[in-house]
């Protein structure tokens, strides 16, 4: 992958504004939150609050976490109006069950795909999609397909680590989360209000 980051703070002011010179607005953008570090979904559920500010009509599919895992910003987007789909329920997690496995994905994307091409949303959030990409639980180049002819109007986040090539060379922007340290790794386990 090409680095472009960079800008660093060891460094004087740029002098120059590192822009092209003609912006131009975006219809919508496609956005792809990838890499092993913290802070994938979190900041997906960041630019839900940005749509949000400026009355966008939201939705949010999470494709690994299940209704009744209940997380935190599940119940705050409901709270303001954001339509929410926890589709992970019915996996599972037993390799033996491959064919259920991809029986729900399948339904949990054609869900997706629904909501893409029903045209209502401004932005679509598409938590935890690579996973099943990279499980092979559903195909990868029906979702590119899906992405690239998406009604022009709808933006689009995509998170999970791992991102598929093919994603990512369709994308607009994407990042790659670093882990640098976690609190798991010292043994810590996942805390409510920051994990979930
Ligand atoms: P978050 O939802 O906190 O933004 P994420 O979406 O980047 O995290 P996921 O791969 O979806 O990360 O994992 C979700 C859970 O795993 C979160 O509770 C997160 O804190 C934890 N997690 C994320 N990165 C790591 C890591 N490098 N090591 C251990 N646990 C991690
Ligand atoms: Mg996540």
């Not at 064919?99 to 795909?113: I, Y």
Request: glycine share 8%; no cysteine.
């Amino acid at each position: 992958m090409s680095n472009n980051d960079n800008t660093s703070s060891n460094e004087n002011p740029p002098e120059n504004d590192p822009r092209p010179k003609e912006l131009r607005t975006p219809k919508s953008l496609l956005l792809v939150h990838t890499g092993h570090g913290k802070g994938k979904s979190t900041s997906a559920f960041g630019v839900m609050i940005r749509g949000i500010a400026r009355d966008w009509k939201v939705g949010v599919v999470q494709f690994v976490k299940s209704g009744n895992w209940n997380v935190g910003e599940e119940k705050i987007g409901r709270q303001l109006g954001v339509d929410w789909f926890a589709l992970g329920e019915g996996f599972t997690w037993d390799s033996q069950n491959l064919e259920q496995d991809k029986k729900t994905g399948a339904a949990a994307w054609n869900k997706a795909d629904e909501l893409l091409k029903s045209g209502v949303y401004d932005l679509l959030i598409f938590d935890e999609l690579t996973y099943l990409l990279n499980w092979n639980w559903i195909e990868t180049q029906p979702v590119i397909d899906a992405l690239v002819t998406r009604p022009e109007h709808i933006n689009v986040v995509v998170t999970g680590r791992d991102a598929p090539q093919s994603l990512i060379d369709i994308a607009d922007t994407v990042t790659e989360m670093r882990n640098v340290k976690h609190a798991y790794e010292s043994g810590f386990k996942a805390k409510r209000g920051i994990d979930y």
